[in-house]
């Protein structure tokens, strides 16, 4: 990770005390930050037609529901990658595939909850995804389907599943990171070619 860029949003909105609980982000926070409208220009500048990848569906739902409730278009991703499916598919004799644990098994440095840790560590265990089962962010582009939850393409049943859109308020936090990767002097990020990105809020691989 070479570059980053990070902003709270203020959603306009009460705050859930479940919600400030898990990532600890109040309204007093937030208060100067700009709000959906104000960022969305520069995410979707960032996202759109690009590859973006997320642990878990959380992220892309969180990002649907924000642009629907200010009547913003969906951002228009190239594919959107889920990395929680990836270790599953990777690793499935581990006890769960959440972010911590499997950033406890590989020895990956993440404290839980923090947009940017997450970002970094999500770009990580994307990279040894990759690399366990040798394939590469260009093979994923060559899948059928904007939502990828598999290294190989899945039989055609004649209804294409996408994924649910939740009601929540629109994000609290955007995290936006996009490195520059040099293979030799970043190892970890060896498989991901160009510019790759990775968030709590937004995991964004590009390839443009």
Known sequence: MVDGWQSLINPKV???RFNIRIHGITRDMVVDAPSWAEAYPKVDGLLSGAMVAS???FDFTALANACSQCGFPRINYKKWIDTCWLARG???????????TLANHFGIEHKAHDA???????????????NERCVTIEDFAELPGEFITTFTPRKRTGRVATPRVPRATPAKRVVQVAPRVEPAKTPA????????????????????
């Open 116 to 130: 940017l840790e997450d970002a970094r560590a999500a770009g990580e265990v994307l990279t040894l995804a990759m």
């Open 189 to 208: 990020f060896a498989g991901i070619p160009q510019e790759a990105a990775f968030s709590a809020f937004l995991h964004r691989i590009g390839i443009r």
């Open 90 to 100: 990777a690793w499935p004799d581990l006890p769960n595939h959440k972010l911590v």
């Open 55 to 57: 642990h878990t569906n």
């Open 14 to 16: 009460e705050f859930s």
